[in-house]
């Protein structure tokens, strides 16, 4: 694995790949990598990419002025490691100037996707996600380029960007990888104390209930939102940020239950913030099956 720590070297190496007919892709991660991250490399090679690139780049433009940019977790010699063994081709490894030099002044604004849930919380986080992601884009030039499902908003983001750019990528997203108890791999899962961790799951056991009410034909949203809620509750010290039935395209309420959906919540434990989602396509939900599309 070569280790790339500038602009011009990671350009270098990738004209390289191409010049061989090789197909780039490009895993952008923050590091502190886990399952999550590397099984992005195995799909990045299913879908075609024989020429892996991976960055790592804590990106201090998606974080909040209170959030945790100062202590998220890092661990280089451990990232260098896995990602030796997947036999990832070059690490992109660039320091803040790299990505952000002297003057930098540009910021991507995803309108309309960004309204709810994560962007109305997390104020500036996805003009944060879309500016380095598309810098990233622009460095490597990959022919596709890899995401987490588990960051589904930032999956819409980036995928409207995409569109609306016309930015010659092929976008895919990877399903989340999970624990045993069905907690999603997070870098800051590292947060929790021993007691949290044990506690965390009940976010994901109340998404869990909220699809098996739509697959069951519930099709009232407050109903639905009112026994996730519930469940997450029965776990002492979650304390609930919002959980919600969504429209996956817009992030928006659902205008029916003719169409896929996602339930998506997001739960504080201590001072750990966790989210996740579970995406219910068309042919599950019994009102679907029978509406016309
Ligand atoms: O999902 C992440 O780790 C980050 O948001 C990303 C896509 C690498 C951009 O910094």
């Not at 590091?31 to 991250?37: I, R, S, T, V, Y």
């Not at 997390?122 to 987490?148: E, M, N, S, Y």
Request: proline share 4%; glycine share 8%; hydrophobic share 40%.
């Amino acid at each position: 694995m070569i280790l790339a720590r500038t602009v011009a070297e990671v350009r270098e190496r990738v004209a390289g790949a191409r010049g061989e007919g090789k197909v780039v892709g490009l895993v952008p991660t923050m590091g502190f990598l886990h399952e999550g991250h590397l099984s992005l490399v195995d799909v990045a090679r299913q879908g075609g990419a024989d020429f892996i690139v991976v960055s790592i780049f804590v990106n201090p433009k998606q974080f909040g002025p209170s959030e945790d940019f100062g202590r998220y977790p890092r661990d280089e010699a451990g990232d260098r490691k896995q990602l030796e063994a997947r036999e990832v081709d070059v690490l992109f490894l660039p320091d803040a100037s790299a990505i952000y030099p002297a003057g930098f002044s540009t910021s991507v604004h995803v309108g309309g996707v960004t309204a709810r849930l994560e962007g109305q919380r997390r104020q500036g986080h996805f003009d944060g996600v879309a500016t380095v992601v598309l810098k990233l884009f622009d460095i490597v030039q990959p022919d596709l380029a890899l995401f987490g499902r588990k960051d589904a908003q930032q999956c819409a983001v980036i995928e409207r960007m995409v569109r609306d750019l016309d930015i010659p990528v092929r976008l895919i997203f990877a399903e989340t990888v999970r624990e045993g108890d069905g907690l999603a791999l997070s870098s800051r899962n590292s947060y929790l104390s021993a007691e949290e961790r044990a506690l965390a799951p009940a976010l994901h056991r109340g998404l869990k209930a909220g699809e098996n009410a739509i697959v069951h034909g519930v099709d009232d949203v407050g109903e639905i939102e009112r026994l996730m809620q519930r469940i997450m509750s029965e776990t002492a010290r979650v304390e609930i940020d919002y959980v919600e039935v969504i429209d996956p395209q817009t992030f928006d309420r659902p205008e029916d239950f003719h169409r896929d959906l996602m339930v998506a919540g997001a739960v504080k434990l201590g001072r750990t913030r966790l989210i996740d989602n579970i995406r219910i396509t068309r042919d599950r939900i019994p009102h679907a099956k029978i509406a016309p599309r």
